[in-house]
Nanobody, 127 residues
């Protein structure tokens, strides 16, 4: 089993920044894939970003590319989502997702590819 604990959400002004963290504990091989998804009120959950192991790349939704950056610290089993130039439409509950395997590229944007999920953390962008 893998447990995920998210932190770092809250309120930000438009144009501001927040950094989300996702700490994984339990059986966490270095080959894992970590992703971030979000769900705004009345909308479906959507892919935000993902990072695979071993320097095999980072992936972003078009809506956040250039503003958000995903990273990971393998020694700490922790992933991060640095969110800059926040927009009102970034308001959502953000979920960390984790899979022990190196998810193939074509499946990274599907929530079904991930076996473990965090509890979700609120991010609100408002003036």
């Amino acid at each position: 089993q893998v447990q995920l604990v998210e932190s770092g959400g809250g309120l930000a002004l438009p144009g501001g920044s927040l950094r989300l963290s996702c700490a994984a504990s339990g059986r966490t091989p270095s080959s894992y894939t970590m992703g971030w998804f979000r769900q705004a009120p009345g909308k479906e959950r959507e892919f935000v970003a993902a990072i695979r192991c071993c320097g095999s790349g980072t992936y972003y939704a078009d809506s956040v590319r250039g503003r958000f950056m995903i990273s990971r610290d393998n020694a700490k089993n922790t992933g991060y989502l640095q969110m800059n130039s926040l927009l009102l439409e970034d308001t959502a509950v953000y979920y960390c997702a984790f899979d022990r395997t190196r998810i193939i590229h074509s499946a990274l944007r599907s929530g079904e590819s991930y076996d473990y999920w965090g509890q979700g953390i609120q991010v609100t962008v408002s003036s």
